[in-house]
């Protein structure tokens, strides 16, 4: 699908213009900006694609526009076009064998991230001002972090899924790209219905310290320009160390069915893993029930990776189910007791570099493995996280998250915009470059 401008991000372009204001003075909030949306949501006189050629083939034209897309339009911003997802949206990578993979504008020999990838990469590239993704399993999150931009998941439940092709409606949620915190924050005014927040300091700012160790890269580059802009800004006194992994195992008691699933090792967190088996489960027994007709139906044609998870997805047998949703419950509640109404949770987004291309499928497996422990931390908890970029290291992108409890999401969204400037301070620093 790639032109030569438009790095492969693409689905199809066209132009859906903002309805005009109800009188010439009102100045509406995303006036002039642009956007794309994944191929996911439904745009009416368009078939909705889900990264897959025979789905097209198989379903009608939308009747109607989803609602997310109709409030960015409502806000005053234009449309101008549908990006390109991986395939059925099951994949965190960004590699679709049917429509190409759209070019990573931080690093062309590396993976975009998915499955929103023509998403990120539109606003990475500077194509649009903002984009709209979906994020199940993490899949705002690793392209924002890969395309070094900001994502942001909210919290689950918050703006509306209607019009968007499901994958598993536990995990599912809207999620958005930009390139700067103001715009990322002027939309999630437009889409969030929640009450507007003042800004408030955070208190405290835990940084879970096993996570960070998950990292590949020097742990400081990433931790520590946070840290020392939290500092900065608010004191030293709000930042607290946790090994979340510890917490988790302590007050998740439903976690002990997935421990042989979620095996340790020196690059593992036990509890994390076995937080990532039950999210997974669930998710695939939700996608057999959202696709399996279909899938065992027409027999797509699909790439091998894909084809592997969706199978397994279908022929899986579903016993424990109920033990997946008293995770959710506990770890949510676990979660709410640790944060508060105004604590912020501090993760690596991913633990370590982005793949390059056509990485090995054995070592993407690990990587992809590691990513989920931290991925679903929010997954599982429903609360909302926001991906930051935190500028290059050996010339590719890294960033940190920040997670509130949920329903917090305005407060998170002021909290990135206040707390960014400093951030850019530290990153620009030759101490900070020279971890």
Same mark, same amino acid.
């Given at each position: 699908?790639?032109?030569?401008?438009?790095?492969?991000?693409?689905?199809?372009?066209?132009?859906?213009?903002?309805?005009?204001?109800?009188?010439?003075?009102?100045?509406?909030?995303?006036?002039?900006?642009?956007?794309?949306?994944?191929?996911?949501?439904?745009?009416?006189?368009?078939?909705?694609?889900?990264?897959?050629?025979?789905?097209?083939?198989?379903?009608?034209?939308?009747?109607?526009?989803?609602?997310?897309?109709?409030?960015?339009?409502?806000?005053?911003?234009?449309?101008?076009?549908?990006?390109?997802?991986?395939?059925?949206?099951?994949?965190?990578?960004?590699?679709?064998?049917?429509?190409?993979?759209?070019?990573?504008?931080?690093?062309?020999?590396?993976?975009?991230?998915?499955?929103?990838?023509?998403?990120?990469?539109?606003?990475?590239?500077?194509?649009?001002?903002?984009?709209?993704?979906?994020?199940?399993?993490?899949?705002?999150?690793?392209?924002?972090?890969?395309?070094?931009?900001?994502?942001?998941?909210?919290?689950?439940?918050?703006?509306?899924?209607?019009?968007?092709?499901?994958?598993?409606?536990?995990?599912?949620?809207?999620?958005?790209?930009?390139?700067?915190?103001?715009?990322?924050?002027?939309?999630?005014?437009?889409?969030?219905?929640?009450?507007?927040?003042?800004?408030?300091?955070?208190?405290?700012?835990?940084?879970?310290?096993?996570?960070?160790?998950?990292?590949?890269?020097?742990?400081?580059?990433?931790?520590?320009?946070?840290?020392?802009?939290?500092?900065?800004?608010?004191?030293?006194?709000?930042?607290?160390?946790?090994?979340?992994?510890?917490?988790?195992?302590?007050?998740?008691?439903?976690?002990?069915?997935?421990?042989?699933?979620?095996?340790?090792?020196?690059?593992?967190?036990?509890?994390?893993?076995?937080?990532?088996?039950?999210?997974?489960?669930?998710?695939?027994?939700?996608?057999?029930?959202?696709?399996?007709?279909?899938?065992?139906?027409?027999?797509?044609?699909?790439?091998?990776?894909?084809?592997?998870?969706?199978?397994?997805?279908?022929?899986?047998?579903?016993?424990?189910?109920?033990?997946?949703?008293?995770?959710?419950?506990? /770890? #949510? @509640?676990?979660?709410? &007791? =640790? %944060?508060?109404?105004?604590? !912020?949770?501090?993760?690596?987004? *991913?633990?370590?570099? +982005?793949?390059?291309?056509?990485?090995?499928?054995?070592?993407?497996?690990? /990587? #992809? @493995?590691?990513?989920? &422990? =931290? %991925?679903?931390?929010?997954? !599982?908890?429903?609360?909302?996280? *926001?991906?930051?970029? +935190?500028?290059?290291?050996?010339?590719?992108?890294?960033?940190?998250?920040?997670?509130?409890?949920?329903?917090?999401?305005?407060?998170?969204?002021?909290? !990135?915009?206040?707390?960014?400037?400093?951030?850019?301070?530290?990153?620009?620093?030759?101490?900070?470059?020279?971890?």
């Amino acid at each position: 699908m790639e032109t030569d401008c438009d790095y492969g991000a693409f689905m199809e372009k066209f132009i859906v213009e903002p309805p005009p204001p109800s009188s010439s003075s009102q100045q509406l909030p995303l006036s002039g900006l642009t956007f794309a949306v994944k191929d996911i949501f439904d745009v009416e006189g368009y078939v909705t694609g889900f990264g897959n050629p025979e789905w097209k083939k198989t379903h009608p034209a939308a009747k109607s526009t989803a609602p997310a897309v109709l409030a960015l339009l409502g806000a005053g911003a234009t449309c101008v076009g549908k990006t390109v997802l991986d395939e059925m949206a099951y994949s965190i990578d960004g590699e679709n064998i049917h429509y190409g993979t759209p070019r990573n504008p931080c690093a062309p020999d590396r993976v975009p991230g998915g499955s929103s990838s023509g998403s990120a990469v539109a606003v990475g590239a500077k194509l649009v001002d903002l984009s709209l993704g979906t994020d199940t399993g993490g899949s705002v999150r690793v392209p924002a972090s890969y395309c070094g931009i900001f994502g942001f998941r909210p919290s689950h439940g918050v703006v509306s899924i209607a019009g968007v092709t499901p994958l598993a409606q536990s995990f599912d949620t809207v999620g958005w790209f930009a390139r700067d915190p103001t715009i990322l924050n002027k939309v999630g005014r437009v889409l969030l219905s929640l009450p507007d927040v003042e800004m408030v300091s955070p208190s405290p700012i835990i940084i879970a310290e096993d996570c960070f160790q998950l990292l590949s890269i020097p742990v400081d580059r990433v931790k520590q320009v946070l840290v020392k802009s939290v500092e900065k800004l608010f004191g030293g006194n709000i930042i607290k160390y946790l090994d979340l992994g510890d917490y988790v195992k302590e007050n998740v008691p439903s976690l002990m069915h997935f421990k042989s699933q979620g095996a340790g090792g020196v690059h593992n967190i036990p509890s994390l893993m076995a937080l990532s088996s039950a999210m997974r489960m669930l998710e695939r027994y939700e996608f057999r029930n959202n696709h399996g007709e279909w899938v065992t139906t027409v027999n797509p044609n699909l790439g091998p990776a894909i084809a592997e998870r969706v199978w397994e997805a279908i022929t899986t047998m579903y016993e424990h189910i109920d033990l997946c949703h008293s995770v959710k419950t506990e /770890f #949510r @509640a676990a979660l709410t &007791s =640790l %944060l508060g109404d105004f604590s !912020v949770l501090a993760i690596p987004t *991913v633990p370590g570099l +982005l793949p390059k291309l056509q990485t090995d499928p054995a070592a993407l497996a690990i /990587f #992809r @493995a590691r990513a989920f &422990s =931290l %991925l679903s931390i929010a997954g !599982v908890s429903g609360f909302c996280q *926001v991906n930051i970029p +935190l500028g290059l290291h050996d010339s590719l992108p890294v960033s940190v998250s920040l997670l509130a409890k949920h329903g917090s999401d305005r407060f998170l969204l002021n909290l !990135v915009e206040t707390l960014y400037g400093t951030i850019k301070e530290e990153i620009g620093s030759p101490e900070s470059l020279s971890n």
